[in-house]
Nanobody, 120 residues
């Protein structure tokens, strides 16, 4: 079984920075791309940032310039730092990872999410 557990979601004021973290655990043979998505109630989940196992990053237009994604392959963690937050960044943020398990192959896994709230 695989688990992705996010942490770091809190209430912050507009203009502040925030870092959310995610750690993968379980019977994992390999991890390829890891990333962060966000979702508001009633809306589709959308990508914020992704990072490959080799460190290549991709950002959404809203995240570009304000967000930095990084990972530690040995610790199976991925971190998203967001700067200059605004109320529009309020959402549940989900960690995802493309993971290989012996006997099961490659699959996408998701965490349960961490709430980020930005007050004006």
């Amino acid at each position: 079984q695989v688990q992705l557990v996010e942490s770091g979601g809190v209430l912050v004021q507009a203009g502040w920075s925030l870092t959310v973290s995610c750690v993968a655990s379980g019977r994992i043979s390999a991890i390829d791309t890891m990333g962060w998505y966000r979702q508001a109630p009633g809306k589709q989940r959308e990508m914020v940032a992704k990072i490959t196992k080799d460190g290549t990053t991709q950002y959404s237009d809203s995240g570009k310039g304000r967000s930095t994604i990084s990972r530690d392959n040995a610790k199976k963690t991925v971190v998203l730092q967001m700067n200059n937050l605004s109320p529009g960044d309020t959402d549940v943020y989900y960690c995802t990872a493309y993971i290989f398990r012996l006997g099961y192959g490659w699959s996408d896994y998701w965490g349960l999410g961490t709430q980020v709230t930005v007050s004006s």
